[in-house]
């Protein structure tokens, strides 16, 4: 896992549009880095949800977001829900390179705690907010724990949030005020 106050591992990828990403050319921005599970985890799609409906606020105040899902590019693409996120950039890393350079978790345990404790709730919140749910394509896993980084102006990485559950996440005031600060 990676710790407040460190370089962010820097990447140089295209996102599923076709657009080079490099992460050197944010050096003057705040950025918030979301690593999510596969295209139709409902509990991922809500947040990205979320996020979206405040992206331009945070824009507006200089900062950028940046996605990551471990399905293939083929997977998103055939999204309408995940082509509508753009202009954020969506990197597909079926293979987990960046998720384990941010030091993503792998977790059956927790993965089935949030599925027993919370999938019918979130299920039923992503149908009415319209978000995709559905299975997992070849590659994808059931085990992986989301996590969100705040990396600051110089690529520092400020804040970071590695989920206990599924639904736990950084909460969106925090995402904020660090746009704002």
């Known amino acids: 896992m990676l710790q407040q106050n ?3 591992p820097i990447f140089k990828l295209k996102d599923i549009y076709d657009r080079m990403i490099d992460l050197e050319t944010y050096r003057d921005k705040k950025i918030f880095i979301g690593f999510f599970r596969h295209a139709g985890c409902p509990f991922c799609n809500l947040r990205v949800h979320q996020l979206t409906k405040i992206h ?3 824009k507006d105040k200089g900062m ?3 996605f990551f899902f471990e399905s293939p590019e083929r997977v998103l693409l055939r999204s309408t829900f995940h082509k509508d996120v753009s202009p954020i950039p969506l ?5 987990k390179v960046w998720y ?9 345990y927790k993965s089935a705690i949030s599925h027993m404790t919370s999938f019918v709730q979130t299920a039923i919140k ?3 907010a319209g978000v995709p749910m559905h299975m ?8 992986t724990i989301p996590a969100e980084f705040l990396i600051d102006k110089g690529l520092t990485v400020k804040k970071l949030h590695y989920s206990e ?17």
Do not use: C, N, T
């Open 6 to 8: 460190v370089p962010a």
């Open 56 to 58: 331009q606020e945070l």
């Open 64 to 66: 950028e977001m940046i």
């Open 91 to 95: 990197i597909s890393d079926p293979e």
């Open 100 to 108: 384990d350079a941010y030091g993503l978790e792998s977790s059956g």
């Open 126 to 128: 992503a149908k009415k």
């Open 136 to 143: 997992m394509s070849g590659g994808e896993s059931i085990k």
């Open 165 to 181: 559950r599924l639904d736990d996440r950084m909460e969106l005031e925090e995402i904020k005020r660090f746009a704002e600060g």
